[in-house]
Each structure stands twice: as structure tokens, then as C-alpha cells.
């Protein structure tokens, strides 16, 4: 496998470096990188590759029971990563500063961390990325409801292999080099990461409720928002997605033309999130 374990404390999660570390640590910010619903560590490779050419550090990592992690205990909701996140950088045991970036439904993973490192993030970039607030948007509402319904299905029929299939058509929408996007695929067709991704799906409304009672990001806080310009969204549904910069005193929203969800993080896309990353810590600093 690409990367290491790292014990949490009786459970291991897969992690993935990138970037100038030095004997497992090093100098500078660290991006910690977390993936939507169904993702892994491989999703970020061309961004940490990209962040390693300009001298930054990043760490990508598969969440318990996702890709090569270990399972966690249920429930997989906000709380319950963020605590997994918490612990792992507890045991790095790398006192950087901090920028959090997260795709997708990894916007409500971050909204719950944020808080909780305050004292050392240096700014989010947010890359297509939902926000707690997004349920209270009835279309917005109405596909979280359709997604998590198929997730119960998914959750009690994983075993039967129904993902390898399908794995050979979505398992990689991103663009990735071959030997990740077999990595990728190889994952998503996982009956247990599929198992694991349906539950935290599962817990969409849950999760999203606990990010919304910790109110918006501290608007001191840097704010990179990078959306997919090729998705169709109500003015109103970008608005939202758009808000964390927006209310930011350092913000910067970026609507990349021509991008679908998946293909941001991709070779034509993915520079666009690192010029997210770069402004940043630009303004960090």
C-alpha cells in the first residue's frame, strides 16, 4: 500500500505524507486533506503532488473503515471523525499550524474540527464542498433525503459485491495517474469501505445539525471556496456553498468553469485548489 498506519489508539488509520517531511516531521503549515462520502487518500494525489512541488507539507488519509483504515465504532457521524482526526494528529505529534481542506460532504467534517484546533489553523479550502446550513434548502434537502435512502439499501447489501461492477464505471471520476486510479478502484469496490461510506451518508442530517449548533466559521479565519462551475445549482444553493468566504475576512470564492464535482480534483483542475491553498496561506502569514 501507498503510505502508513498510524495507531489512534488501538485502531489504525491509513495515512498518506506528502510534501518536505523531515524523520516524521517538518517545517511550516501542513494541509490535512479529507475526502467526500466514498472517497479515500488517493482522491487528493494530484493536489499533495502539486502542494509538494511548492515545498508545502500535506497529509491525505482513508477515515475509519474507509479504504485501508480500520473499522471504527458507530455512529459515523460528525463527531466520531472529528474525534478520529483529533486523535491522529495528537499521535503525529507535529505541532504546525494547519490548513484544512476538504471536498464534498467533507465540508461538514470540517465545520466539527474546526473549533477544536482553532488555536493552530491557519484557513480552510472548501472544494465543492456542502455546508451544515445546506439542509434547510428544500432541492438541497430533497437529494440528501434520495442519497441517504439508497445508503440504507447500500448498507445491507454491500456483501453481495454489487460495488466491483460499478467500480469499473465510477471508480474513478477524478482522472487519476493509473497506478492510483487502481488504487482507487480497488477501493471503491470494497464491500466494507462501501459499507462504512453508506453509514456516514446515513448520518448526513445528524452530522450537519452538530456543525450548525458550533454556528459559522470565526470569519477571522481565512476562507478558500473552489466549486465546480459545471454543476448546475440554484443561485441561492451557491450562495450557501459560497457563504464560508463570503463571511470571511480573508475570503476567496473561485467558480472553476468547465469543472464537474469529481474532475476538480483532477490534472486539468485540481491547480485551481492549489492556488486555494496558496492564497491561504498567503494571507496567514
Not at 512541488?53 to 463527531?79: E, I, K, M, T
Not at 488504487?183 to 462501501?194: L, M, P, T, V
Not at 459545471?230 to 441561492?236: C, E, K, R
Request: aromatic share 4%; hydrophobic share 45%.
Amino acid at each position: 500500500m501507498r503510505g502508513e498506519w498510524v495507531d489512534i489508539g488501538g485502531r489504525r488509520l491509513r495515512v498518506v505524507r506528502s510534501g518536505p517531511w523531515e524523520g516524521g516531521a517538518g517545517e511550516g503549515p501542513l494541509v490535512l486533506m479529507e475526502c467526500g462520502a466514498f472517497g479515500c487518500a488517493a482522491d487528493w494525489h494530484l493536489v499533495q503532488e502539486a502542494l509538494a512541488g511548492l515545498g508545502v507539507r500535506s497529509l491525505a488519509y482513508d477515515r475509519a473503515g474507509l479504504g485501508l483504515s480500520d473499522a471504527g465504532p458507530d455512529p459515523r457521524d460528525g463527531r466520531a471523525i472529528a474525534d478520529d482526526m483529533e486523535a491522529l494528529l495528537g499521535r503525529l505529534g507535529d505541532p504546525s499550524r494547519l490548513v484544512l481542506a476538504g471536498h464534498s460532504m467533507a465540508g461538514l467534517f470540517l465545520r466539527i474540527l474546526a473549533p477544536r484546533v482553532r488555536d493552530r489553523l491557519d484557513g480552510l479550502v472548501l472544494v465543492d464542498a456542502v455546508t451544515p446550513e445546506a439542509v434547510e434548502h428544500p432541492a438541497a434537502a430533497r437529494m440528501i433525503g434520495g442519497f441517504r435512502g439508497a445508503m440504507f439499501v447500500l448498507d445491507r447489501v454491500a456483501d453481495l459485491g454489487v460495488m466491483r461492477p460499478w467500480a469499473l464505471v465510477a471508480g474513478d471520476r477524478i482522472g487519476l495517474p493509473p497506478e492510483i486510479s487502481r488504487e482507487k478502484r480497488r477501493i471503491y469496490a470494497s464491500a466494507s469501505h462501501a459499507r462504512t461510506a453508506a453509514r456516514e451518508v446515513q448520518q448526513w442530517l445528524v452530522t450537519a445539525d452538530q456543525g450548525r449548533a458550533l454556528g459559522p466559521f470565526d470569519p477571522a479565519l481565512p476562507v478558500a471556496v473552489v466549486t465546480a462551475g459545471s454543476v448546475p445549482l440554484p443561485p441561492d444553493l451557491q450562495a450557501i456553498q459560497n457563504a464560508p468566504a463570503l463571511a470571511s475576512q480573508a475570503g476567496r470564492v473561485d467558480r472553476v468553469e468547465g469543472a464537474l464535482h469529481a474532475s476538480l480534483l483532477g490534472p486539468k483542475y485540481s491547480g485551481r485548489i492549489v492556488e486555494g491553498v496558496r492564497h491561504v496561506l498567503s494571507v496567514s502569514r
